[in-house]
Protein backbone atom coordinates (compact mmCIF):
# COMPACT_ATOMS: atom_id res chain seq x y z
CA UNK A 1 0.00 0.00 0.00
CA UNK A 2 1.50 3.12 -1.03
CA UNK A 3 0.39 6.92 0.84
CA UNK A 4 0.68 10.05 -0.12
CA UNK A 5 0.40 12.90 2.66
CA UNK A 6 0.52 16.70 1.82
CA UNK A 7 1.41 19.62 4.07
CA UNK A 8 1.95 23.29 4.02
CA UNK A 9 -1.42 24.71 2.60
CA UNK A 10 -3.16 27.56 4.52
CA UNK A 11 -4.42 31.18 4.38
CA UNK A 12 -2.01 33.63 2.91
CA UNK A 13 -2.06 36.98 1.34
CA UNK A 14 -1.63 37.68 -2.18
CA UNK A 15 1.98 38.50 -2.53
CA UNK A 16 3.12 36.06 0.14
CA UNK A 17 4.61 32.41 -0.65
CA UNK A 18 3.91 28.89 0.86
CA UNK A 19 5.62 25.90 0.52
CA UNK A 20 3.90 22.50 0.19
CA UNK A 21 5.24 19.17 0.91
CA UNK A 22 4.51 15.67 -0.02
CA UNK A 23 6.25 12.60 1.15
CA UNK A 24 5.24 8.97 -0.16
CA UNK A 25 5.57 6.27 2.30
CA UNK A 26 4.62 2.23 1.76
CA UNK A 27 5.82 -0.34 0.23
CA UNK A 28 7.55 0.62 -3.49
CA UNK A 29 10.69 0.35 -5.82
CA UNK A 30 11.26 4.13 -6.25
CA UNK A 31 9.35 7.02 -8.08
CA UNK A 32 9.30 7.93 -11.82
CA UNK A 33 7.91 11.67 -12.06
CA UNK A 34 6.37 13.66 -9.30
CA UNK A 35 4.30 16.49 -9.08
CA UNK A 36 1.79 18.69 -8.36
CA UNK A 37 -2.27 19.52 -9.52
CA UNK A 38 -4.91 21.65 -8.30
CA UNK A 39 -8.03 22.01 -8.74
CA UNK A 40 -10.41 25.19 -7.81
CA UNK A 41 -14.29 25.11 -7.05
CA UNK A 42 -16.27 23.96 -9.72
CA UNK A 43 -13.57 23.83 -12.40
CA UNK A 44 -11.31 20.86 -13.48
CA UNK A 45 -8.10 19.28 -11.85
CA UNK A 46 -5.03 20.70 -13.74
CA UNK A 47 -1.27 20.20 -13.56
CA UNK A 48 0.60 22.81 -11.70
CA UNK A 49 3.92 21.54 -11.81
CA UNK A 50 5.77 18.85 -12.54
CA UNK A 51 9.60 17.06 -12.12
CA UNK A 52 11.01 13.58 -13.43
CA UNK A 53 13.53 11.74 -12.24
CA UNK A 54 16.63 13.24 -13.77
CA UNK A 55 14.90 16.93 -12.48
CA UNK A 56 13.71 18.01 -15.47
CA UNK A 57 10.71 20.67 -13.81
CA UNK A 58 7.09 21.82 -16.74
CA UNK A 59 4.75 24.43 -15.03
CA UNK A 60 2.00 25.28 -16.58
CA UNK A 61 1.91 28.81 -17.80
CA UNK A 62 0.14 30.44 -15.34
CA UNK A 63 2.90 29.49 -12.40
CA UNK A 64 6.23 29.69 -14.09
CA UNK A 65 8.08 32.35 -12.84
CA UNK A 66 6.26 32.02 -9.23
CA UNK A 67 6.80 28.27 -8.68
CA UNK A 68 9.63 26.12 -8.06
CA UNK A 69 9.17 21.86 -7.79
CA UNK A 70 11.87 19.69 -6.28
CA UNK A 71 12.31 17.00 -4.88
CA UNK A 72 14.30 15.34 -2.47
CA UNK A 73 14.60 11.09 -3.18
CA UNK A 74 15.73 10.14 -0.14
CA UNK A 75 12.98 11.63 1.18
CA UNK A 76 10.53 10.15 -1.13
CA UNK A 77 9.13 13.85 -0.69
CA UNK A 78 7.97 16.96 -3.65
CA UNK A 79 7.67 20.06 -2.98
CA UNK A 80 6.45 23.43 -4.33
CA UNK A 81 7.79 26.62 -3.50
CA UNK A 82 4.90 29.02 -4.17
CA UNK A 83 5.74 32.73 -4.29
CA UNK A 84 3.73 36.00 -5.24
CA UNK A 85 0.83 33.84 -4.98
CA UNK A 86 -2.42 35.60 -6.37
CA UNK A 87 -5.94 35.08 -5.45
CA UNK A 88 -6.63 33.19 -8.89
CA UNK A 89 -3.91 30.51 -7.19
CA UNK A 90 -6.54 29.34 -4.41
CA UNK A 91 -7.28 26.26 -5.01
CA UNK A 92 -7.02 22.31 -3.36
CA UNK A 93 -3.59 20.98 -4.56
CA UNK A 94 -2.81 17.61 -5.20
CA UNK A 95 0.08 15.68 -4.79
CA UNK A 96 0.38 12.83 -8.00
CA UNK A 97 3.31 10.26 -8.21
CA UNK A 98 4.11 7.73 -10.64
CA UNK A 99 5.98 4.95 -8.83
CA UNK A 100 7.79 2.13 -10.25
CA UNK A 101 5.73 -1.05 -11.15
CA UNK A 102 3.13 0.29 -8.86
CA UNK A 103 1.20 2.91 -11.03
CA UNK A 104 0.13 6.27 -10.03
CA UNK A 105 -1.07 7.40 -6.57
CA UNK A 106 -2.50 10.89 -5.42
CA UNK A 107 -2.79 12.67 -2.08
CA UNK A 108 -6.04 13.69 -0.76
CA UNK A 109 -5.17 17.88 -0.97
CA UNK A 110 -4.04 20.26 0.95
CA UNK A 111 -6.02 23.75 0.30
CA UNK A 112 -4.40 26.51 -0.06
CA UNK A 113 -6.38 29.97 -0.06
CA UNK A 114 -4.88 33.42 -1.27
CA UNK A 115 -6.86 36.68 0.12
CA UNK A 116 -6.65 39.80 -2.07
Known amino acids: QVQLVESGGGLVQAGGSLRLSCVAS????????MGWYRQAPGKQRDMVAGIDGAGNTNYADSVKGRFTVSRDNAKNTVYLQMNSLKPEDTAVYYCNMHFVFRGEYWGKGTLVTVSS
Open 26 to 33: GSFFGINT
